[in-house]
């Protein structure tokens, strides 16, 4: 394979991934808490041989998350709450603690506070949310404290991690491959859910940009099989 060939592939690579980053964000514009999810590209110089020029392919040095905020939509649920400005919720899986961005919450059968999934909602030091079941008045405050009737029952708590350490599992969730923070001042907004923070018109006019990207790299490695087929063919013929 020609170094042509190689450079163009380097590229195809990230192209394609970056395809499919952008289509997964179309897909989302109206989950609830969904983050828009990119790529970093970067130039990698290498160098072939002492008489040989070097060799520039590209890279994918990572995946971020927009830490931009999504709309918020009033929904009047005691129970959803919105982040207002930085943070994650924590929430209990089978795979461990995950983070999110969506507080549409609910309280299943034995009175836990939980996402529509059936995970359990973490609270300050890790510990799941009780509702007693006779509550009839729910409060959420801006700190994150939950009253049932007035009387004190738990604290949400927010935390923060670097967007570039963070993985995707599902449209909502995201695993910390780092350290995470806790947030001190936590703000939250009661009867009110984040949206997408995807812009549609400007992913879409991406996607179009990096589709004909895509297309072109896709006819240069064509252009560059035929030219070598026909180089192979010459030869022979002599």
Do not use: C, W
Not at 126 to 140: K, R, V, Y
Not at 142 to 149: E, F, H, L, Q
Not at 223 to 233: G, L, Q
Request: charged share 25%.
């Amino acid at each position: 394979m020609s170094n042509t060939s190689y450079v163009a592939l380097s590229k195809q690579a990230g192209l394609s991934k970056e395809l499919t980053s952008i289509a997964n964000n179309v897909a989302n514009a109206n989950t609830t808490g969904y983050r828009r999810e990119g790529f970093l590209f970067s130039e990698y110089v290498q160098r072939l041989g002492p008489q040989d020029r070097s060799i520039s392919q590209t890279n994918v040095g990572g995946h971020y998350f927009d830490p931009a905020p999504g709309g918020l939509v009033e929904t009047g649920a005691p129970f959803d709450v919105a982040i207002d400005g930085e943070g994650y919720f924590q929430i209990e899986t089978a795979r461990g603690e995950r983070l999110t961005r969506a507080g549409n919450f609910l309280v299943d059968a034995e009175g836990q506070m939980v996402t529509h999934d059936g995970n359990r909602v973490l609270g300050e030091g890790g510990t799941p949310i009780a509702i007693p079941a006779n509550a009839s008045n729910i409060t959420i405050a801006p700190d994150g404290t939950i009253a049932a009737d007035g009387a004190p029952v738990g604290k949400l708590g927010l935390v923060n991690a670097d967007p570039t350490t963070l993985a995707r599992e599902g449209n909502n969730l995201l695993r910390a491959t780092g350290e995470i923070e806790i947030i001190e001042n936590p703000k939250l907004r009661q009867g009110f859910v984040e949206g997408s923070n995807v812009n549609t018109v400007v992913e879409i006019s991406r996607l179009i940009e990096v589709q004909r990207a895509y297309e072109l790299g896709q006819q240069l490695l064509k252009d560059e099989d035929e030219r070598i087929s026909k180089t192979v063919d010459a030869m022979r013929k002599r």
